[in-house]
């Protein structure tokens, strides 16, 4: 299972862009990257998920390159409520579990 | 549609007790998983659930069990609690049919527990 490194904690202010780059040098090729959010006191949000190249959606963007060894989630103009825990996960769940590690704890300041 | 349902919210019971905490997944959804979230570890599997049958188990002893009922819902239960169980709970469900296929996961807000 390809493990993932992150950032422990980023500081941004409101309106900023915030990039979030996570490190899995021994990602497989069938693995897929995904990020999800969490809130204090509340379970996991998937925020979006992605092979290769870039996937955008409404909340977020996530860039891969071709040597898939990294990722980066973009946040686009964030304000206080994108303050949370941003965890990078990496490859398919294995009978229902997913890999979680410590994530990042984004803080947007006013 | 419905999310993840997670009763009760909060909890506070003593050492030595038990517990039994519940989740409804989506409708529709087959695949249950619980995890245990505390500050010091993190977010770590407990279990997982799939038509009735336990697929997959992490590293926890035995005084934490589950079950899932034939309407998929599924329950936890933590016998015997120490101080040390005190996190919060979390389930998910999945569509989650095949196996090493991700579907998506959905959380639910959790089940607070303060063992005292």
């Known amino acids: 299972l390809a493990k993932t490194t992150q950032p422990i904690s980023m500081d941004s202010y409101e309106g900023q862009e915030v990039n979030i780059t996570c490190s899995h040098n021994?990602?497989?090729?069938?693995?897929?990257i995904t990020w999800y959010q969490q809130f204090p006191s509340q379970g996991p949000r998937f925020i979006i998920q992605g092979y290769k190249t870039k996937v955008t959606n409404e909340v977020a963007s996530l860039f891969i390159p071709a040597d898939r060894k990294s990722s980066t989630l973009s946040l686009p103009r964030v304000s206080l409520s994108d303050t949370a825990v941003y965890y990078c996960l990496v490859g398919g769940s294995t009978l229902g579990r997913l890999y979680f590690g410590r994530g990042t704890q984004l803080t947007v300041w006013p | 549609k419905a999310g993840v349902t997670q009763t009760p919210r909060y909890l506070i019971k003593t050492r030595g007790q038990q517990v039994t905490l519940s989740c409804s997944p989506i409708s529709g959804h087959r695949s249950v998983s619980w995890y245990q979230q505390t500050p010091g570890q993190g977010l770590q599997f407990l279990f997982e659930?799939?038509?009735?049958?336990?697929?997959n188990k992490g590293n926890f002893p035995g005084r934490f069990s589950g079950r899932q009922f034939s309407n998929s819902r599924s329950e936890m239960n933590v016998s015997t609690l120490e101080l040390g169980d005190s996190a919060l709970y979390l389930c998910?469900?999945?569509?989650?049919?095949?196996?090493?296929?991700?579907?998506?996961?959905?959380f639910g807000s959790g089940t607070r527990l303060t063992v005292v």
């Open positions: 998910a469900s999945s569509l989650a049919g095949a196996l090493d296929v991700d579907y998506g996961y959905t």
């Open positions: 021994n990602i497989a090729t069938n693995d897929y």
């Open positions: 659930y799939f038509s009735e049958t336990q697929r």
